[in-house]
C-alpha cells in the first residue's frame, strides 16, 4: 500500500490549470483543493465551491455590537445616571447613534477575523498549510486526495495531458516551514 496523500499536478499557465480540471472532472477524479498564486475568474464554479457565509457573520456581529452598546447607554443615560442635559429627555436617540455605529463597525470587525481565523485554521503559532512554495509565486496547482479508488498512473497521465510541467507524489499531508 502507497503511502502517498496528495497527487499534486504543477501548471505554468492559468488556462492549462483550467483545462486539467475538465479533464479530471470528466474522468471522475475527485480535486481536493486548488492553489494559485493570483485570483482566477470562474475556479469556483468550476470546482463547485459553495457562496461564502461570512456576510450573515458580519451582520449578527453588526447586530450584537449595535445592540450591546445601545442597551449600554440605554441603561447608563435613563435607569443608572440620568442627566439633565440641555433639557433634553432621557432617552435621546439622536446622541446615541455615533456612539452605536462605531461599536456596530467595532464588533464586526473583530467579529470577522475571529471569524477568519476559525474559518480558516489559522490561529496564530499554528504551522501553515502549504502542499508547494511555489503556490505562492509561479506555480498553479492541483492537488487530488491519493487515496481514492483511480489508479495513481492514471491521474498522471490525465495531468501529463493536460499540460502539466510537474508531478509530485506527496508522503505527508502538507508541506511545514522547518
Same mark, same amino acid.
Given at each position: 500500500?502507497?503511502?502517498?496523500? $496528495?497527487?499534486?499536478?504543477? $501548471?505554468d499557465d492559468p488556462d492549462d490549470m483550467m483545462h486539467g480540471i475538465e479533464k479530471l472532472q470528466k474522468n471522475s477524479v475527485p480535486i481536493y483543493?486548488? *492553489?494559485?498564486?493570483?485570483?482566477? #475568474?470562474?475556479?469556483?464554479?468550476?470546482?463547485?465551491?459553495k457562496a461564502s457565509r461570512l456576510g450573515y457573520a458580519a451582520f449578527m456581529f453588526?447586530?450584537?455590537g449595535g445592540s450591546t452598546i445601545f442597551a449600554i447607554i440605554y441603561y447608563t443615560m435613563v435607569h443608572d445616571w440620568p442627566m439633565n442635559i440641555g433639557g433634553k429627555n #432621557?432617552? &435621546?436617540?439622536? /446622541?446615541?447613534?455615533?456612539?452605536? $455605529?462605531?461599536?456596530?463597525?467595532?464588533f464586526t470587525a473583530f467579529g470577522m477575523v475571529a471569524t477568519f481565523f476559525y474559518a480558516? #485554521?489559522?490561529?496564530?503559532?499554528r504551522t501553515p498549510r502549504v502542499m508547494d *512554495?511555489? &503556490?505562492? /509565486?509561479d506555480r498553479f496547482v492541483i492537488a487530488?486526495? &491519493?487515496?481514492?479508488?483511480?489508479? #495513481?498512473d492514471d491521474i498522471t497521465n490525465i495531468l501529463?495531458? &493536460?499540460g502539466a510541467v510537474e508531478i509530485k507524489h506527496n508522503d505527508r499531508k502538507y508541506v511545514s516551514y522547518e
Open positions: 500500500m502507497s503511502s502517498t496523500k $496528495f497527487i499534486l499536478g504543477l $501548471f483543493d486548488v *492553489y494559485t498564486p493570483m485570483p482566477i #475568474h470562474g475556479i469556483e464554479d468550476k470546482l463547485g465551491v453588526g447586530c450584537l #432621557h432617552f &435621546a436617540i439622536p /446622541d446615541f447613534i455615533p456612539i452605536t $455605529f462605531e461599536w456596530t463597525v467595532l480558516t #485554521h489559522l490561529f496564530p503559532g *512554495y511555489r &503556490a505562492t /509565486d487530488i486526495d &491519493a487515496k481514492g479508488n483511480i489508479p #495513481h501529463k495531458d &493536460a
